[in-house]
């Protein structure tokens, strides 16, 4: 339970809290202190992760994340255009195969906004509430939202500007989104509108490419701009409700990565990679607490850091109704 | 630039970082409002799809998903660009390029819309409270003129469909492939979808009286519209296009108009103000 409630502190921005190494337990500080103690198997991590970085392969994971997240949105436009009518709509609220799906911030703005529910929305906001509750919340972000894809390009190009010292890399107080995230509830209830839809670049990114292209998508571009010039994925980490709310839903969910001390060498690849590095703050050196430990609920399971673990320690879990709480 | 110059204490970082971090939040949420001026301000005013609550009622319940656009038959409902000040996403009508002409029958828009923006109660096209016509160009009017008018109403370019029930019961067609031949110019009239529908309905009663008729094309209550909705009507020796109670705002007489710009156009102002969504 505490677990949990670390989890959403560290979601809505908090600095993700260190135990005291006097506080492990037994076997926890002795993992910690032979840690380093293997110097053959360490040197042969380093001679592998060289390899690796001399020749690069294509990430994992990252190729089927891709590979789902344009299914997913290719398959609204390829039913619109045939008119075959199994994914009708776009992400802020569709059909698939007839039954109701809602995104779950944009139902949350219309009911504020409207304060008035309709079953079909209901329905809509219960079925995928359950879905992404299943498949770990934030799973949202990087396996379905459009414009996660085009900020992971934006990412790659920003690194690369950012080793060559033409880019910078600026950070922002995580708790912005949480500001950001209230403000828009507010003004929601306040104005009687859906004011986050109006900015919202999932939605005008989904919209886009389902109805065709307007001047809308300069917002997002100017998002993306921002984000390779200024700062490294910084719709995503410090400003998108979306991503806030789904965090929320998979604070609990079944899904998520796993981390074992013994495997870890603290070779710190995960999070170079990571969208959300805080998350990981358990994988430096002396901090786990436990022998294993859940990823935080701000975690996109990206599975990035599954890829990039030259040992192993980073795997996926699906938890059975025992481990749950 | 000396490296002594660059370096900041931590205090400072973090100033400054709270200070970017206050500029990010208030900068997203003044963009944002930014973007609802025009809309809340009704800068623009153009036809929501059939069933549309009232304006503040409907803003605050579209989810902006278009699932009403993807059902139209004659893709009469756009969703609104960031320049049309109507709301990113949200959906309208601008029934001078393409109306609603009501060829699916079924309110299919209604039906679709997951938030209930467009009022689930509705059924019939006689109870939609889009807006209203006005002829706003009477001088203009071939009508009027006392003139006929052969051709393509809009012209061969004009993309703009409407459903021609004696050619295609269930297709929309383009208008640009049904060339009128009129001695007196009633396109207004004669496309009225409300018009239309009080013609079937009569022939439908002859029929009936005969007792030739399936059970399963029987009609609904209501489905026939209860008031006709626009007459070329006699005024001083001219036939001068009239609205009647019966317009329900669906544009198709605008559409229609083969005068350039239009003699007939939509007026939302009134009934959008009042209406709950449909004519109770």
Redesign the interface.
């Given at each position: 339970m505490s677990g949990i409630v670390e989890s959403l502190r560290v979601l809505l921005g908090g600095a993700p809290r260190r135990v005291s190494k006097k506080d492990f337990p037994e076997e926890v500080q002795e993992m910690h202190k032979h840690k380093f103690a293997d110097k053959e198997r360490i040197e042969a991590i380093h001679i592998e992760l060289r390899e690796k970085a001399a020749n690069k392969q294509p990430e994992r994971w990252r190729r089927k994340r891709w590979a789902v997240l344009a299914a997913v949105n290719l398959l609204f436009l390829v039913s619109?255009y045939l008119d075959i009518q199994l994914l009708?709509?776009?992400?802020?609220?569709?059909?698939f195969a007839g039954f109701?799906m809602?995104?779950l911030n944009?139902?949350l703005q219309?009911m504020l906004?409207?304060?008035?529910v309709?079953i079909?929305?209901i329905i809509?906001t219960v079925t995928i509430f359950i879905l992404w509750w299943l498949l770990g919340g934030r799973t949202f972000c990087s396996w379905v939202c459009p414009y996660h894809l085009l900020a992971e390009w934006a990412e790659m190009l920003h690194l690369k500007l950012v080793a060559k010292g033409w880019a910078k890399d600026?950070?922002?107080?995580r708790?912005?989104r949480t500001?950001?995230w209230l403000?828009?509830v507010i003004?929601a209830v306040v104005?009687?509108?859906?004011?986050?839809?109006?900015?919202s670049p999932t939605?005008?990114l989904s919209?886009a490419l389902?109805?065709g292209p307007?001047?809308?998508l300069?917002?997002v571009a100017l998002l993306l701009l921002f984000e390779i010039f200024f700062s490294r994925r910084?719709w995503c980490r410090?400003?998108c409700p979306i991503g806030l709310t789904y965090g929320f839903v998979g604070a609990t969910s079944p899904f998520t990565v796993h981390y074992k001390l013994p495997n870890c060498y603290h070779e710190g690849e995960c999070r170079k990679v990571c969208l959300v590095p805080h998350v990981l703050d358990t994988v430096l050196k002396g901090r786990a607490a436990e022998m294993e430990v859940d990823i935080g609920a701000d975690c996109t399971r990206c599975l990035r850091c599954v890829d990039a673990c030259p040992t192993g320690a980073l795997t996926i879990k699906y938890k059975g109704p025992g481990d749950l709480l | 630039m000396s490296k002594k110059a660059k370096r900041l204490t931590a205090k400072q970082k973090e100033r400054r970082?709270?200070l970017?971090?206050i500029a990010?939040?208030v900068g997203?949420?003044g963009?944002?409002?930014l973007?609802?001026v025009p809309?809340?301000g009704k800068w623009v005013e153009r036809l929501r799809p059939p069933g549309a609550l009232l304006e503040?009622?409907f803003?605050?319940?579209?989810?902006?998903?278009?699932?009403c656009?993807?059902?139209c038959p004659v893709e009469a409902i756009k969703?609104a660009?960031?320049?049309d000040g109507l709301?990113?996403?949200v959906p309208y009508i601008d029934s001078r390029a393409q109306a609603c002409d009501f060829s699916c029958d079924g309110l299919q828009c209604v039906l679709?819309c997951?938030?209930?923006?467009l009022i689930?109660e509705i059924s019939f096209p006689s109870q939609v409270d889009m807006g209203i016509a006005k002829v706003v160009r009477p001088a203009q009017c071939l009508a009027v003129l006392g003139q006929g008018f052969k051709g393509q109403a809009r012209g061969a370019d004009f993309p703009g469909k409407l459903r021609y029930a004696d050619i295609d019961r269930w297709n929309p067609i383009k208008v640009a492939d049904h060339p009128y031949d009129l001695e007196l110019c009633d396109l207004c009239v004669r496309q009225c979808p409300i018009e239309i529908s009080i013609v079937e309905c009569a022939l439908e009663d002859q029929r009936k009286s005969t007792g030739k008729i399936a059970r399963v094309a029987q009609r609904q209550e209501n489905e026939c519209p209860p008031k006709h909705a626009i007459e070329l009507r006699d005024i001083n020796g001219a036939m001068t296009p009239v609205i009647l109670e019966g317009c329900v705002g669906c544009g198709v007489c605008e559409m229609i108009c083969p005068i350039e710009p239009a003699v007939i156009i939509m007026d939302s102002s009134d009934s959008r103000a009042n209406s709950r969504g449909m004519r109770t």
């Open positions: 619109y009708e709509g776009a992400l802020t609220a569709s059909r109701h809602a995104d944009s139902a219309v906004a409207f304060k008035h309709v079909n929305l809509g600026y950070h922002f107080d708790r912005s500001w950001l403000v828009f003004l104005t009687g509108y859906t004011v986050y839809e109006a900015i939605g005008i919209r389902i109805y307007g001047v809308a300069i917002w910084a410090y400003a | 970082k709270f970017r971090s990010l939040t997203v949420t963009i944002s409002l973007g609802m809309v809340i503040e009622d803003l605050a319940a579209c989810i902006k998903c278009g699932q656009v993807q059902v969703l660009d960031l320049t709301g990113i996403g679709a997951p938030t209930g923006a689930h």
